[in-house]
């Protein structure tokens, strides 16, 4: 039976979305602080007006709306998914004040790309870009990353009680802790140590290629939340082919690959045993899919010479955990030979583990889906009666059940169904069929490399199927597909 | 007479044959980006802005131009090229505008990316410190924002002090 949502349900998902502006207009209190002190005055009134606007509608539906029923599963997933569409709607606000985009649709597309750590910018002439605004721009990466419903559960909460609906419908499959509040506070915690690491990294690197000591801070942290986040965006228009370093590559590299690891093993490598990282199903899947993406890419690039490795295996670094960053001038994808494009198409279709901030089917439904199929043949060729298990190693032992399986599929499916719509528009707007697959692969799988369709020009319908399919792919469909089954049985009251 | 005029003739061809073996090839760095392969190893001359500050090679220093559509990384093997350079482009200036002339590589042996090694650059203008002003309507705006936000804020911890209690 299918509950018929009532006023009281509305009410009460308004009010708990009201907090949850509140705990965004208080992150945007960072950017302004940055432009206070940088003495930036017209990005301070842009992210005045942003900050304040988020926090009055907070509080009016907070005020006007109470909680009039219990917080149910049903309301979390419907918050998590409008609750996405309102933060990117509010974090557009202050990206289209800079008058660094050509529609508000530019800046929420920006926006969306931000908190769901895809990559794909529509931003105008970005080298001339505020620090402040840059800051914001990272920043939505590194909150939308962590999950900004938990960051802000966690901040301001009241409905721990359905604490769990709010991670789950927000694409995180696994607690680390009984406790989910504690989980996502051991989530930020973890992220907290790597911030640090990877800011004092990058930091080195940068100062020693001769940024003064600001910008060094400055682009160090942003490349952290970048790179950890897999989001993709870079302080320049070059992205990371700005800094002409061999090292900074290497060290962007370690934090994406860090950032598509589950949260669940960074937890157990930290407290538990280091040996895991040897035995675990989605590493060694991992392992399996980059070696063999790599192989191919190498006989693609095969004629680039040595330039392939900096070439060619970056950018498949970069697809597979979800990053996005690139060393290419611009365009250059495009002159990729068919396979190596195919190669990182799949490398973006895949995405890293489950509970980590990448995109894409990911690497355990992979590993199910490929070890059933081996399951099954091997069923066949038993004895009719011999009764076959078959078991992985994910943190524990685990037997690869029909519900496993089940899940698996379905997302497997969800996801191919949803890259190949968004390649179908494209190719209805007159891009070809190769490039249309890359960029919808790219924002499904919140990647954000892009073979040059994403741009200011592109068709506006287009631009709004790519919101779609980044939101979409950020929240693994099921907490939308709830909450449009809870507005259509309005209907059948 | 007739000698005279064919010397003239084959003179002139073999000048204009020669233009494109001077003289740098001239294109936009969106056609050489969009076609590298015409421009593997050949001098080709950009125009555009310098952008964020020279960067540090073990072999010299780099430097990154951007034009309207599309940026790229100048290879510099000598400092003193570039010592004309006083503006470079940020949030706070607009850089200086250059002519680069310099070899195209689509895989540069020694750095394995696309770029340019410069031969010689040439400043076509001054940048200069930008000059940002606030339009009076976003002021206005923010100002009227602040104020409900603060009246709101004054209800919302009113109704959360002595909310539970009514």
Redesign the interface.
Known sequence: MIISPDRRDFSTILNILGSLILGLSLFMLIPIIVAFVKGEQAPFFDFLIGFTFSAILGMFLTLVFPIKKEVSWVHAFFTVSLGWLVFSLLGAIPLYLSAHFSSFVDAWFESMSGFSTTGLTLIRDLDHLSISHNMWRHLTMFIGGQGIILASLSILTRARSVALGFYVGEARQEKILPNVIATSRFIWKVSFVYLILGVVTFFTILYNQGLTIERSFFHSLWLFFASFDTGGFAPQAQNIAYYHSFHLEIATIVFMILGAINFNLHFWLWNKSKKEIFKNFEIRTFFFTICSLSVILYFSLIKMGPAMFRKGFYQLISAHTGCGFTNLAGGELNHFPALGLLAIIFAMMIGGCVCSTTGGIKLMRLGIVFKSFFMEIKRWMMPFRAVYRNRFHHLQSLVLSDKRMKEAYLFFFIFLFTYLAGAIIAMGFGYPAKEALFESVSATANVGLSVGITSPAMPLVLKLVYIFQMWAGRLEFISIFVSVGFILSLFRK | MRVKLKSFIFCLLFTTLLIPLVYAQSASLGDI??H?DNFIGKEVQIEGEV???????PAG??I?I?TK?????VFVDNERKIEEITYW???ST?GDQVRVKGIFYK???D????DIHLKSLELLGKGYK?E???SPG??K??KI??L??LV??L??LI?LKYGKRT
């Open positions: 980006l969009a590298p952008i964020g500050e020279p960067l540090n090679d220093v780099w990154n951007s559509e599309q940026q790229i990384g482009g940020s949030y607009t895989e540069c042996l750095h394995q990316i696309s930008n940002y002003t606030v976003k002021v705006l923010a924002l602040s409900i936000c709101m804020a209800i919302y109704r």
